[in-house]
């Protein structure tokens, strides 16, 4: 089982439409959570952090879930620029201390 | 620049042969990682250091992936005997510390033929 499971898409989803993308981890000694974002052929890009009360920026809002292992990422009045791969990532605070990145799930916003 | 700096950005080699890859990262980042990505997939972690030291190599998939960063700033990996199979493109990241945002480069993009 990969530690960091996603859905691949791709998400295909008209502009203004909102959109949300899960992600499941397996490790429960995971202690930091990120949304990262990667576009084509570009190097990842931290999108946001994830925190446990749940934090929004702007059109974006994260949420995590403890007991259940689960992140989520909410994408609101979704614009073209946000065509890209949303990679869900963890890190634990003891042991291997590296980011480990899901598969990524991939969106592309329409006009 | 300012950023995390990767060379070459593409290196074409034959099976069999030798390659090393660079990573320049931010001035005064003390943390220092090596991903591999290939199609499809996300960064899959390979070796991170702390200052001049591997922390952690448990993602190197074979012995003959080896990274070094001796003065705890530039650091290069390694491939020997590389097979068709090591063809990704190899990201390096830097951070100020482990629990600090890490930045990526823009990555090698490895083919071997």
């Known amino acids: 089982r990969k530690e960091v499971e996603q859905d691949p898409g791709p998400f295909n989803v008209p502009e203004g439409a909102t959109v949300a993308f899960n992600c499941t981890y397996s490790?429960?000694?995971?202690?930091?959570f990120f949304w990262y974002r990667q576009d084509c052929r570009k190097e990842p890009k931290l999108l946001m952090s994830v925190y446990s009360s749940g934090n929004e920026d702007g059109r974006f809002t994260a949420q995590l879930n403890r007991a259940s292992q689960y992140i989520s990422l909410l994408i609101r009045d979704s614009k073209l620029s946000d065509s890209a791969t949303y990679l869900c990532?963890?890190?634990?605070?003891?042991?291997?201390?590296?980011?480990?990145f899901g598969s990524g799930t991939r969106l592309q916003v329409q006009p | 620049g300012a950023g995390v700096s990767q060379t070459p950005s593409n290196k074409v080699t034959e099976k069999g042969k030798y390659v090393e890859l660079r990573c320049d990262p931010i001035s005064g980042h003390t943390a220092l990682y090596w991903y591999r990505q290939s199609l499809g997939q996300g960064p899959e972690f390979l070796i991170y250091?702390?200052?001049?030291?591997?922390?952690?190599d448990s993602g190197l998939p074979n012995d003959r992936f080896f990274a070094v960063r001796p003065e705890g700033s530039v650091s290069t990996l390694k491939i020997q005997r590389t097979e068709r199979g090591d063809s990704a493109v190899y990201l390096c990241?830097?951070?100020?510390?482990?629990?600090?945002?890490?930045?990526f480069g823009q990555g090698t993009r490895l083919t071997v033929v």
């Open positions: 250091f702390q200052g001049t030291g591997a922390a952690d």
């Open positions: 990241a830097s951070s100020l510390g482990t629990g600090s945002e890490a930045f």
């Open positions: 990532v963890v890190r634990l605070d003891t042991g291997r201390r590296a980011l480990t």
């Open positions: 490790n429960s000694a995971s202690q930091s």
